[in-house]
């Protein structure tokens, strides 16, 4: 267990300090407040020190068990909290989210209806709804608050490396894990999964005036391309449908010379499974261009949904649940948030305040559903 001074967080007067400052004495009671906070650190992949900071700060002044992970350098870490020492008793709940931010950094606004800006509903929005639905718990239900805690990592946008090291977090073992993510209020019945694939095909250099002079690589690639998109790829009532999108293509070395090189890559959204998206795309190519598979991909997870009726959705977008390797061992693993992952990442990216507020309530019921059931308390 790791614990912080605040003498020690507090090195220079920026902005970052100030607002670290702030939280030493609580964070705020308004969602909306508490966002602005976070909203105004930024914390793009790979510089989210300061938000960090802000957040072990706040969390040490409320009261929280607060173990600082380091994950590289620059003060990345993951910021895992819970209301006693791991030692002691481990959180059988886990409200999880990310603090990075994919560039740039689109500063806080709100108009009375929505909260503007980078990180708004991915994630800030989603951690500070966690935050103060957990702080609900505990002055409501202090018995079963005992049972909770937070883990805040960084790295979702980019390559997963906080989840990924929060694997070894000491005491980091739960029965039920509550992701955020901009689900539109809705609890995912399904996290697609992922397959990512490079097609290469070799052509012969010729001019282009004389089609027997030589072979195109690009046309050649089109063809194969031609054949996914009229696929019938799988789909499925509940779990929604196996989508793809060919995101890059290049290829060819004059305008007047047939190919000789050309590649597309081509990202998969399964609700199968990996190795069966994989195994259609070998079919459908039929060595007709080399496959290469080195960017990787998962399998889809199948999500939990709350014992209370509520509107459920599919998720097309990954999350840093399949990088937790106990995820298949949880007992109920949800995926629920305020906002839409359409708007996220874009420079018009936002919340509606509304869902903000609702979103806090929906956390606490869920949680309350989960550890009532589980136990009598």
């Known amino acids: 267990m790791v614990f912080f001074s605040l003498k020690a967080l507090y090195p220079t007067p920026t902005m970052a300090s100030a607002l670290r400052a702030q939280a030493a004495s609580a964070f705020p009671d308004d969602v909306v407040e508490l966002l602005r906070q976070l909203m105004s650190i930024p914390s793009n992949t790979g510089e989210e020190g300061d ?7 706040g969390l040490h002044a409320e009261g929280w068990f607060v173990h600082r992970q380091s994950v590289g350098d620059r003060g990345r870490a993951n910021v895992y909290a819970t209301r006693r020492p791991t030692g002691e008793k481990a959180p059988r709940l886990v409200f999880n989210s990310h603090i990075d931010t994919v560039p740039p950094h689109v500063d806080f606004s709100e108009d009375g209806v929505n909260v503007y800006g980078r990180g708004s509903c991915d994630a800030k929005g989603q951690v500070a709804s966690m935050i103060l639905a957990a702080r609900q718990l505990i002055r409501t239900r202090p018995v079963l608050a005992d049972d909770i805690g937070l883990l805040f990592v960084v790295g979702e946008e980019v390559d997963h490396d906080g989840m990924i090291k929060a694997n070894s977090l000491p005491g980091f073992a739960p029965e039920f894990l509550i992701v955020g993510e901009p689900t539109e209020m809705k609890f995912a019945t399904i996290q697609k999964g992922a397959c990512k694939v490079v097609l290469r095909v070799t052509g012969k250099a010729g001019h282009s005036g004389y089609p027997h002079a030589g072979e195109s690589a690009i046309h050649r690639l089109v063809e ?48 199968t499974s990996y190795a069966d998206v994989k195994a259609r795309v070998e079919e459908i190519v039929r060595g007709r261009a080399a496959i290469d598979h080195s960017l990787g991909g998962n399998d889809p997870v199948r999500l939990s949904l709350p014992s209370f009726p509520h509107e459920v959705g599919q998720a097309a977008f990954n999350t840093d649940i399949p990088y937790y390797t106990k995820h298949g061992e949880l007992k109920g693993v949800y995926l629920f948030g305020a906002g839409s992952i359409t708007v996220a990442h874009g420079p018009h990216e936002f919340v509606p305040i509304s869902e903000l507020h609702e979103s806090v309530a929906k956390h606490v019921q869920l949680a309350e559903s989960i550890l009532v059931k589980e136990h009598e308390y």
């Open 51 to 57: 938000a960090v900071d802000y957040l072990v700060a």
């Open 224 to 271: 194969i391309l031609k054949d996914i998109m009229e696929y019938e790829w799988p789909k499925d009532e509940k779990h929604g449908d196996t989508t793809f999108n060919i995101g890059k293509i290049s290829g060819g070395q004059a305008l007047n010379a047939w190919a000789e090189k050309a590649e597309a890559a081509v990202f998969f959204r399964v609700t």
